[in-house]
């Protein structure tokens, strides 16, 4: 990475620029532009007094302004200037002598200057302009020639009278109509109404009232309105679940699942509880892991795999077993799957690091660099490096505090080193300082990273050209993490700490043992054992005489006084 980052806001009275990221689409570009601090001024922007707050700008800018409105209103006036000094810029030109216009019954010259080379015909107004294409179109109406993308509709005169749409006392003034409207209106709304009254389109499935709309959906409304669809909704899939609905309801509410997780939980919940209300349950204790697996083979009867729902219901009863309401949890993960593969992703070697590692250095992104540090180096999520806050980094004990929302929803304090240090003192140096919020990375328009555009950026500067670069995973950088660490000979107790898992069986899913590290500690244990025979030489005895020496114990005291 290029040492080239300063912080310039730091430094007001330097004035010699420094390259910096340039942004372009999708992100920060390959190139780099020079740039220049300016301290806080007014905006120059003709009638505005707000201010320009103080920060690097290009340093080709001349203009200083507040917003895109006062941008655009001195691009104006630049341009107005460019015109009255005769400076603007000029399409091709060729001379033209002087002419009569070519106007309809206009007799009027039009002097000699420079024209627009495209332009076949002359006027001396706008107004000779439009009425010779008006009579050219005139012409073609009336011998008949009428274009294919312009299509005629025959129209009728309507008189003036009274609005016809239910209630209204509006008067629609006289005026020529489309030849197929049979109805006089004042307004769309008005439209609307007579639509909505003409026809009977169907009844609604919550209340059983009529449903009445324009003819186009004619037996496609099936509610009144949205209240109506979400109370049938919620009735038809929580009514099912009879005495456990109002728990699930609950977990519903108060569960930290997101906006696009939430709905397939609430279909693993009702789908599972509807199960057990049809065998006759109506307790949490009366649910046993047979339950559950009879529940699995109907669901894969019906073509589901049901991978998804073993984990949410696995969530929902280990949650009730923490709050006391059951005694055990009936899911057992990992028993319900015919071929059951934990995990496919395997950590990066070290060749590939170092290969995906120069390719977003050359990218010039040094957000890009820093979230790749702190996944190799500290082992979080991609969501966990875009929840990262500025009060969340103590650069003097090099650590990081992971914060809730987690996986496990716990939070965690990550060390890290030297490298993932420096550039963290060079991103927090590189930081836009317009930012209004706390978040470490931010995007290009200034707002918290997000998951989402974070693996795009990564796929944009990586490319899909060659590997590992074309199928790069961010978590996979989570699985070297790990795999370093334990081939490094750290505990798994310690690793399973720091990554924050639950169960040592988890650790063991991303941390690899690597064949080289076999081959050292087996070396290293056979040198202990030859030194050991080396230092202490042990007389082997065997059975028979370890017996006849008991044999030949001879009797203590109390044996003779027996």
């Excluded at 120059?44 to 103080?54: D, E, K, R």
């Excluded at 890009?368 to 490096?385: K, N, Q, T």
């Excluded at 991303?510 to 064949?515: G, N």
Aim: charge should be positive.
């Amino acid at each position: 990475m290029s040492s080239n980052y300063v912080q310039t806001s730091l430094m007001p009275e330097s004035i010699s620029p420094i390259a910096v990221p340039q942004k372009k689409k999708g992100g920060f570009g390959t190139g780099c532009q020079p740039m220049r601090y300016h301290d806080e001024q007014m905006c120059q922007a003709t009638g505005c007094s707000n201010i320009v707050p103080a920060g690097d700008f290009p340093a080709q800018q001349k203009r200083f302004v507040c917003s895109k409105a006062c941008k655009s209103y001195c691009n104006r006036q630049e341009s107005k200037k460019r015109k009255a000094n005769g400076t603007a810029y000029k399409m091709k030109q060729h001379y033209r002598p002087a002419g009569n216009c070519e106007g309809p019954s206009c007799n009027e010259i039009v002097p000699a200057g420079p024209v627009n080379a495209k332009q076949e015909h002359y006027f001396c107004s706008d107004d000779c302009n439009r009425n010779y294409y008006n009579a050219i179109a005139k012409s073609r109406r009336a011998a008949g020639i009428v274009s294919q993308e312009r299509k005629v509709t025959p129209r009728r005169f309507c008189a003036e009278g009274p609005c016809d749409g239910p209630g209204c006392e509006n008067v629609v003034p006289a005026s020529y109509v489309l030849g197929w409207k049979k109805y006089r209106v004042c307004s769309e709304a008005c439209r609307l109404e007579i639509g909505q009254q003409l026809h009977i389109v169907g009844v609604c499935e919550w209340d059983g009232k009529e449903i009445r709309g324009p003819k186009s959906k004619m037996g496609k409304q099936k509610h009144c309105d949205r209240v109506c669809e979400a109370l049938h909704e919620a009735e038809r899939t929580l009514g099912a679940t009879g005495p456990f609905r109002q728990m699930i309801e609950e977990y519903l509410a108060t569960s930290d699942y997101g906006k696009n997780t939430l709905p397939g939980v609430k279909v693993s919940l009702c789908h599972f509880f509807g199960f057990a209300v049809e065998e006759g349950l109506t307790k949490f204790n009366q649910i046993k892991s047979p339950t559950f697996k009879r529940f699995i083979a109907g669901e894969r009867a019906r073509g589901i795999t049901s991978g998804v729902a073993v984990g949410h219901l696995s969530t929902f009863f280990s949650e009730l077993e923490d709050d006391g309401v059951i005694e055990r949890s009936p899911v057992i993960r990992g028993r319900y799957s015919k071929n059951w593969v934990l995990h496919t992703r395997q950590p990066y070697l070290d060749k590939e690091m170092s290969v995906l590692e120069k390719k977003i250095e050359k990218s010039g992104n040094l957000l890009l660099m820093l979230a790749f540090v702190i996944g190799e180096g500290c082992g979080p999520r991609i969501s966990e490096v875009c929840n990262i806050r500025l009060s969340d980094i103590d650069l003097e004990a090099q650590t990081i505090y992971i914060r809730l929302p987690t996986k496990n929803k716990s939070p965690r304090t990550v060390p890290f080193g030297n490298k993932v240090k420096k550039y963290l003192e060079m991103w927090l140096q590189q930081r836009d300082p317009r930012c209004q919020h706390d978040h470490l990375l931010h995007n290009t328009l200034l707002d918290p990273m997000v998951a989402g555009i974070l693996r795009n950026w990564f796929h944009d500067a990586l490319g899909t050209e060659s590997e590992p670069a074309a199928s790069f995973e961010f978590h996979r950088l989570r699985h070297t993490w790990a795999t370093r660490l334990v081939n490094a000979d750290m505990e798994l107790a310690v690793l399973m700490v720091l990554g924050g898992w639950k169960s040592l069986k988890s650790v063991q899913i991303y941390a690899k043992v690597r064949q080289d590290t076999v081959d050292r500690q087996y070396q290293a244990a056979c040198a202990k054992i030859e030194k050991k025979h080396e230092t202490v030489e042990e007389e082997a005895v065997s059975w028979l005489d370890f017996a006849s020496m008991e044999d030949e114990t001879p009797a203590t005291p109390t044996d003779s006084a027996a």
